[in-house]
């Protein structure tokens, strides 16, 4: 007997025809409509619960990361004849110079830190001093790139502070006023060391969107952080900004060598280590939960086909005496399941691709419905996230619903394939 090659055009032609049967003509139309919205709900759902995941995921970190390094590069080095460990920057320009040329680095920027209190009247507030320089400050975008949520500028930055918005609510302060700082470790005497006091102009109001940064956080220009903290000619550290943070395991040793073997590297990832797993246990529980729904979905094909088997019995003997094999009849029935599971995902698919593109109308929609209930928890300080469409979780998506779908549909393919031509046709 002559032999067929598999999936020919035939066996498509037998498939679509059960695709179209209807429930008079011995089809299951109702349950392929009812397997087919399922499985486009259920990726639906997956690629655009996944889009705004990503998209809270990079406005969290980006939010975290706004004011503050990727990397941070400090020196560890021996006072000469001593035994003493200094972690003072001397040579700080030569060194963020070096850093600044590594590929995928956006700034190096040599910083002085120091804890203080700040005060006016009777308002105090233990505040952190970063001395810095005005064209560094100028980088840095939720402290520098946010005009519409500051106050003051910073072309007058040489000339005062500028401190974050809780900081000025704590103290009472507005752009103009004199706040003073007080540093215990200040100007050193026969008797020891004495607190330094000294007064600045707030010269600027920044609002990073944080309160860890913006009510503990003050930024003084370089050379008098310097002077007031008794750093003549050194830094502290080194703050590197990447141009992709999540690259830093990639870049982080083209830094440490191009600071050189004395060099200290502390990166966001392992700073906020708790965080970063918490949000990767989340993308993963996530993942696995939206896909039971495809799961769910795909059942409504076997279900499905198991109807149609029982249904098309007599059609199935008939095939099987006019010489259709049993590979055949798999053919047919599974390119009906898996047909179903593939429309089903390239519309889910679809559908969540125009989801996450329009998501600001979305957000819109549900504004205009609720009465302001979005603005309102905005106002309220909560932020809702873009969709972000990443090619790694679409690929992902459609691998599960068509393995799914496409493995599920194997078994009652089997079925029809292994019935019984004559006990079929016994009773016709």
């Not at 003549?232 to 982080?252: F, H, K």
Request: with cysteine.
């Amino acid at each position: 007997m002559a032999t067929t090659a598999p999936f020919a055009r035939f066996e498509w032609m037998i498939a679509w025809r059960y695709i179209r049967a209807k429930r008079a003509e011995g089809g299951v139309s109702v349950m392929t409509w009812i397997s087919l919205i399922g499985i486009t709900l259920a990726v639906f759902a997956l690629i655009a619960t996944l889009a705004l995941r990503t998209g809270f995921r990079a406005q969290f970190i980006d939010t975290m990361l706004g004011a503050n390094a990727h990397v941070t590069v400090y020196q560890q080095n021996t006072v000469a004849g001593t035994d003493i460990v200094s972690y003072l920057i001397a040579d700080y320009d030569q060194l963020a110079g070096r850093i600044a040329a590594v590929p995928g680095v956006l700034r190096a920027a040599p910083l002085v830190r120091a804890q203080v209190m700040a005060n006016r009247g009777n308002g105090n507030a233990g505040v952190e001093v970063f001395g810095i320089s005005a064209d560094d400050l100028n980088e840095i975008p939720l402290v520098a790139q946010r005009p519409d949520e500051a106050r003051g500028t910073l072309d007058r930055f040489d000339e005062g502070i500028a401190i974050g918005w809780g900081v000025a609510q704590e103290l009472g302060v507005t752009v103009g006023d004199r706040i003073r700082i007080i540093s215990p470790n200040g100007v050193r005497t026969a008797m020891g060391t004495s607190p330094r006091t000294g007064a600045f102009e707030v010269v600027y109001i920044f609002r990073a969107g944080l309160d860890l940064i913006d009510r503990t956080r003050i930024y003084m220009p370089l050379d008098e952080a310097q002077l007031f903290f008794n750093r003549d000619g050194v830094a502290d550290e080194i703050e590197v900004s990447l141009e992709t943070p999540d690259a830093v395991d990639e870049i982080g040793p083209q830094i440490a060598a191009a600071a050189g073997e004395n060099a200290l590297l502390s990166d966001w990832k392992s700073r906020l280590s708790g965080f970063n797993n918490a949000l990767n246990m989340q993308d993963n529980f996530i993942f696995i939960l939206l896909s039971l729904l495809v799961l769910i979905a795909t059942l409504n094909i076997v279900s499905g086909l198991v109807m149609l088997v029982k249904n098309k019995g007599r059609d199935i003997g008939i095939l099987r005496t006019m010489g259709l094999t049993e590979g055949s009849i798999l053919r047919v029935f599974f390119i009906v399941g898996a047909s179903i599971g593939t429309i089903g995902t390239l519309c889910g698919v679809l559908l969540g691709v125009v989801f996450s593109l329009n998501i600001a109308h979305v957000y819109a929609l549900v504004d205009q419905v609720s009465g302001n209930g979005v603005s309102g928890l905005e106002a309220q300080g909560f932020f809702f996230p873009d969709a972000i469409l990443e090619w790694g979780d679409m690929v992902a998506t459609i691998a599960l619903s068509l393995a799914l779908s496409w493995v599920i549909t194997i078994f009652p393919a089997r079925r029809a394939a292994r019935m019984n031509p004559v006990e079929a046709l016994r009773y016709e």
